[in-house]
């Protein structure tokens, strides 16, 4: 079910995607990409019991926002209007890639609405000690340039997001590139108001043959958040995760949920 939630005062209207029922799990995706990206996750989190949101951001699906810049601070708000419109005043977070900010920038600044907090993997504050290759990133700007043939693009998902000997077909598809305002705005941001998640759970999920993030980072994000951090690798994974280990990465994300109940 596609559900409309706006916020008038604001001017933003944010699509998301509600699958089950049960304990409400948000749903972020990565960069210049929506909801359908999890539609296998949501299947299994249903049969699971939980209720899971997906959501389109800013410029993705139906999801719109008034013209000009915004901050950090302002898609966390609207993750929290979601929030408050359709769960109980509070949700598990759960943030692929760019997601993983903006999970734990809500968790930060709007900690009053979220449960918990899921990364894949933890990155993204931390740049400056585990910067990308330039050669991965020339890739990433491929991936979704159009005029480009289907093979080499390929060849830079294959660079870019997923693990060697991985099929990256999947993500040939389901770009929407005009909405690098929200990738601007996280790199705008002050790491030091958003990397903590607040004070909430924290588990991540980290693949090993992760070309924007290596497993150093994770463990380093691991160690950073101490007691309240869980870790999990995922072996023959790369950024994209999602289509490559929707199993996986579902069993992991409802034990910790339920083990959060607990």
Not at 130 to 158: I, K, N, T
Request: a negative charge.
């Amino acid at each position: 079910m596609n559900i409309l939630v706006e916020d008038r005062a604001r001017g933003v209207t944010i699509e998301a995607v509600v699958k089950g029922e049960g304990v409400d799990v948000i749903l972020l995706a990565s960069a210049l990409r929506g909801a359908a990206d999890f539609a296998e996750v949501q299947d299994m989190l249903a049969v699971e019991g939980f209720r899971s949101i997906a959501l389109n951001m800013r410029g993705v699906g139906r999801s719109s926002g008034p013209d000009g810049d915004f901050t950090l601070r302002d898609i966390a708000d609207d993750i929290v209007r979601v929030i408050a419109q359709l769960c109980d005043g509070r949700a598990h977070l759960v943030g692929h890639a760019l997601g993983n900010i903006l999970a734990r920038a809500t968790a930060s600044y709007r900690p009053e609405a979220v449960r918990s907090v899921t990364v894949m993997p933890c990155g993204g504050h931390n740049l400056g000690n585990f910067p990308v290759s330039e050669h991965v990133l020339v890739h990433f700007a491929r991936c979704h340039r159009f005029d480009l043939s289907d093979e080499e693009r390929r060849e830079s998902l294959s660079v870019a997001f997923f693990a060697q000997g991985n099929d990256p077909g999947s993500w040939l598809e389901g770009w929407w590139p005009e909405t690098s305002g929200i990738s601007a705005a996280a790199m705008k941001a002050d790491p030091e108001e958003w990397w903590r998640a607040g004070d909430k759970p924290v588990l991540i999920l980290h693949p090993l043959e992760d070309a924007m993030a290596s497993p150093e980072q994770g463990v380093a994000a691991r160690d950073a958040f101490g007691s309240r951090a869980q870790y999990v690798e995922f072996p023959h994974c790369g950024h994209a995760i999602l289509p490559e280990q929707p199993g996986l990465v579902t069993q992991e994300i409802v034990r910790f949920l339920r083990a959060q109940a607990a």
